[in-house]
Nanobody, 117 residues
Framework: QVQLEESGGGLVEPGGSLRLSCVPS????????TRWYRQPPGKQRELVAR???????MYADSVKGRFTISRDNAKNTVYLQMNNLKPEDTAVYFC???????????WGQGTKDTVSS
């Protein structure tokens, strides 16, 4: 069973930055689409950013120009760089991997990010 370890969450003031990391327990990034989701308090989980294998990054409108998703296959790590954070970015952020052919998914445990002054 593949496990995803997330890190980098925390408390930050509006306008600040955070970088989330996601490391699978097995070296599988080259064969998996990678996504970051978030779930704000009391709301549904939503897709924030994605890099599918062979495709360019895609972002939710609410984070375009502020968030950057990237992946380093050599380090087996997926990143989400979040800049100019706003209070509405407060959420639990989840890393998601989907196998290229089978679409089998793996989820991280979530990391809580709070943007508040």
């Amino acid at each position: 069973q593949v496990q995803l370890e997330e890190s980098g969450g925390g408390l930050v003031e509006p306008g600040g930055s955070l970088r989330l990391s996601c490391v699978p327990s097995v070296k599988i990034l080259s064969s998996h689409h990678t996504r970051w989701y978030r779930q704000p308090p009391g709301k549904q989980r939503e897709l924030v950013a994605r890099i599918d294998v062979g495709s360019n990054p895609m972002y939710a409108d609410s984070v375009k120009g502020r968030f950057t998703i990237s992946r380093d296959n050599a380090k087996n790590t997926v990143y989400l760089q979040m800049n100019n954070l706003k209070p509405e970015d407060t959420a639990v952020y989840f890393c998601n991997l989907a196998q290229l052919l089978t679409q089998r998914e793996y989820w991280g445990q979530g990391t809580k990010d709070t943007v508040s002054s």
